[in-house]
T-cell receptor
Framework: ETGVTQSPTHLIKTRGQQVTLRCSSQ?????VSWYQQALGQGPQFIFQ???????GRGNFPPRFSGLQFPNYSSELNVNALELDDSALYLC??????????????FGQGTRLTVV | AQSVSQHNHHVILSEAASLELGCNYS??????LFWYVQYPGQHLQLLLK??????LVKGIKGFEAEFIKSKFSFNLRNPSVQWSDTAEYFC?????????????FGTGTRLLVSP
C-alpha cells in the first residue's frame, strides 16, 4: 500500500468521448504526476501538478488536461478520446520542494479502454 | 531528449540463479536513479534509489545496483533470485527539467523465476 488511490480501476469509453480519472495523493504530499503506460511500454510522463498548478508537461496534446485541488488530490481529463489513448494511467504523488530528493509513490492505475 | 534503455525485455531464470539487468540512460545533467518493480497485479513500488554518495546501493530482497557515471549506467543485480521475484522491473531516471522533476522510464524487463 502506497496511500495513493485511483478511481475507477477500469473504464471503457467510446472514441470521441471524454473521460475523467481521479487520484488521491499520499498524506503530506504536495505534488501529483500522471503517466500513461501503453501495453508493453514503460510509463510516459503526461504532466505534473504542484500546489494546484501545472508545473511541467510531457509530449501530450492539449486534450489531456488536469486539475489539482487544495487537498492535493488530482484529476486527469482526456477529451475527444482516440483508440490510441487505451492504456494504463498511473498517478504518482511526491513531496517536492527546494532541496528535497523526491521519491514517487504510485497508485494502482486506471485501465482505460477506448473502443 | 532524455531516454532510458533496458537491455533485456524478458529474462527467465531458475531459483537461486544470479541476475543482472542492464540499464543505460542518456542525460548529461544531475540525475537521481531508481529501480521500480511491479509484481503481478500490484502497483509500481520502489526497489532502490541512488541520489548521491556511495554508487553501490542496496535495496529490498537482496537487490543492489551500481551507478557508473562514466558509463551512464545503473545496472541491477541479485545474487540469488527467488520465485517471488517474478515481476516487471523498470529502470527510472529522475531529471530536473525547467524547475520540475519528472521520471523517465525504461521499457521494462519482465523477469520470470521458475521454482
Amino acid at each position: 500500500e502506497t496511500g495513493v488511490t485511483q478511481s475507477p480501476t477500469h473504464l471503457i469509453k467510446t472514441r470521441g468521448q471524454q473521460v475523467t480519472l481521479r487520484c488521491s495523493s499520499q498524506s503530506g504530499h504536495n505534488t501529483v504526476s500522471w503517466y500513461q503506460q501503453a501495453l508493453g511500454q514503460g510509463p510516459q510522463f503526461i504532466f505534473q501538478y504542484y500546489r494546484e498548478e501545472e508545473n511541467g508537461r510531457g509530449n501530450f496534446p492539449p486534450r489531456f488536461s488536469g486539475l489539482q485541488f487544495p487537498n492535493y488530490s488530482s484529476e486527469l481529463n482526456v477529451n475527444a478520446l482516440e483508440l490510441d489513448d487505451s492504456a494504463l494511467y498511473l498517478c504518482a504523488s511526491s513531496l517536492e520542494g527546494r532541496g528535497s530528493n523526491t521519491e514517487a509513490f504510485f497508485g494502482q492505475g486506471t485501465r482505460l479502454t477506448v473502443v | 531528449a532524455q531516454s532510458v534503455s533496458q537491455h533485456n525485455h524478458h529474462v527467465i531464470l531458475s531459483e537461486a540463479a544470479s541476475l543482472e539487468l542492464g540499464c543505460n540512460y542518456s542525460y548529461g545533467g544531475t540525475v537521481n536513479l531508481f529501480w521500480y518493480v511491479q509484481y503481478p497485479g500490484q502497483h509500481l513500488q520502489l526497489l532502490l534509489k541512488y541520489f548521491s554518495g556511495d554508487p553501490l546501493v542496496k535495496g529490498i530482497k537482496g537487490f543492489e545496483a551500481e551507478f557508473i557515471k562514466s558509463k551512464f549506467s545503473f545496472n541491477l543485480r541479485n545474487p540469488s533470485v527467488q520465485w517471488s521475484d517474478t515481476a516487471e522491473y523498470f529502470c527510472v531516471v529522475c531529471v530536473l527539467n525547467s524547475g520540475f522533476q519528472k521520471l523517465v522510464f525504461g521499457t521494462g524487463t519482465r523477469l520470470l523465476v521458475s521454482p
